[in-house]
């Protein structure tokens, strides 16, 4: 509410005063006359230069409290919504998006993974995850990146207990002209420039070791370990694994079939136990690339899926 | 029905902690049980104005998980108070979820009182909002003055919807008019621009007794019984009961 005063000798003096300045609209809230004066008090809501509004409603509470009932209903841990709650309030925006976006980009780091072509050589990538989280189809999806972009690429696995485990990554790779290579013992000088993408065997969460194998080669081939959590997966189980994959170097995190769910406390309970987001698979289709996850877009995401559990009183 | 009574301003310094100090205890001598929450944490205003020394408090009840009810000090003659020293930081740094818990177990408490009086930290940040949302009677102070009249306005446009229906107390005027005008202006902006009506309990009048009480950390009523301000105060109680008579006893 912006609020001014006029003075006139007569009534219509102030009055003729108050509507130039004014306008029509301005509501004159109190008359005092005294000493030959006649002051008018008037204010006018809802301007521009609303300046008390502008100012104090940047982050309102609004705001934060819708934000925490769309974290709620993705599950989000208790805890991280209060942080992220905190940090929103420093955001200074109105828009709810916004608002989001930046506490994200205050708690959670995003990495995506990719580069364009011609830069210098990737690392090779050990991918890694619990069985069924999707390592394999998300290395085919890699490879499928790669190759759009004009890069070279070879694959290899240590997934080979398993009947019919390299089967599926063979019959994908077929797909697009590559064959499923022998590991490397170390890295090689003929691998420069190409990028080595490596399928492992299913890391059994509660068997310390089986993580530590993929995390072994991981450094054996001077790569990056780079595990894959289903999308679907409890918040909470895929914070813990979060911390172990981090305990044993990785940075950075794949997310599969986030096509495939609503509720997103996933990504958030990975970014918390400190892993950054390198991407996510949205598609069944393998030649559909990963999508970057970045704290614009997981904010999008966060309150799109929202709308629709809102909708049906689930939140 | 008991609930929240909050006592809020949209500016700070217009005499809010006083009369929420001297209210509790003008409603102790109706013979009312009253409970006197100090949640400007900040700057536990009321700890010094009842020249009270406290080591724990509500501020730390709530962030260490603490039930508030075991923090409520009787000070005998039907005055009980939680009171916010003991921590550095205020509710403010709460996040929205612990700082609706909190407001929610300070309601929990009303049951146990006829009045339970809210002293909230003045402007528009979370705090305020937050208790006026889920209070039961909004006591809006402010002055005559055009930044309280700005200020008063832009709390009751940021609740509006959510909070019950303001009644405002001019406080520091010169005379009876001047609170009466003060009001006026309030409510025709609330009117015109919220479509909301601000009701008008009463004003309490300037008195140099006041700012000599709260020096002295004595309450005004004991202090200066006969003051202008102290009737005044004692005309608010009376019309704040009348609203909640008290229980037959």
Known sequence: MRLRIFEGRTVQEAMTQLRRAMGEDAVILATEEGAGIVRLTAAKDGGPDDLADILTSGTSLEVIERLAVVLRGHRVAAAQIERLCVAARESGSRDAEEVLAFALAAHCRFAPIGRPAGGPPDRPVVVAGAPGVGKTVMVARLAAAARLAGRPVRVASTDRSRRGGTAQLEALLAAMGLELEDLPHRPEPADRGRLLLVDTEAAHPLRPDALAAAAGLAQQLGGELLPVFAAETCALEAHDQALAWRALGATRYLVARLDNVRRLGLPLAVADAGLASAGAGISPLVGEPLKPLTAANLARLLLHRAASFAQEGSA | ?249
């Open chain 2, 1 to 249: 029905m008991t609930g929240l009574t909050v006592l809020a301003s949209g500016k700070g310094g217009v005499g809010k902690t006083f009369l929420a100090v001297s209210l509790a205890h003008a409603l102790t001598h109706l013979g009312r049980r009253v409970l006197l929450v100090d949640a400007d944490l900040g700057l536990a205003n009321i700890d010094v104005q009842l020249g009270l020394d406290e080591s724990l408090g509500l501020g730390r009840a709530i962030a260490g998980g603490l039930d508030p009810a075991t923090l409520v000090q009787d000070r005998g003659g039907g005055l009980s108070t939680l009171t916010g020293a003991g921590t550095g930081k205020g509710l403010d740094g709460l996040a929205t979820a612990r700082l609706e818990d909190a407001v929610e177990r300070l309601a929990g408490l009303a049951p146990g009182f006829d009045d339970v009086l809210v002293d909230l930290p003045s402007g528009l940040e979370r705090v305020g909002p937050a208790f006026i949302r889920k209070a039961r009677r909004l006591l809006l102070i402010g002055s005559n003055e055009p930044t309280s009249l700005t200020d008063n306005y832009a709390l009751l446009k940021l609740t509006r919807g959510a909070a019950p229906r303001p009644l405002f107390v001019a406080n520091a005027v010169a005379d009876a008019a001047e609170g009466r005008a003060a009001h006026a202006a309030l409510a025709r902006a609330c009117r015109h621009f919220l479509d909301l009506e601000c009701a008008y309990l009463g004003a309490v009048r300037q008195d140099r007794r006041v700012p000599e009480a709260i020096r002295r950390q004595m309450p005004l009523c004991l202090r200066s019984p006969q003051a202008p301000a102290a009737a005044d105060i004692a005309v608010l109680a009376k019309r704040l009961t009348a609203e909640t008579p008290a229980p037959a006893r």
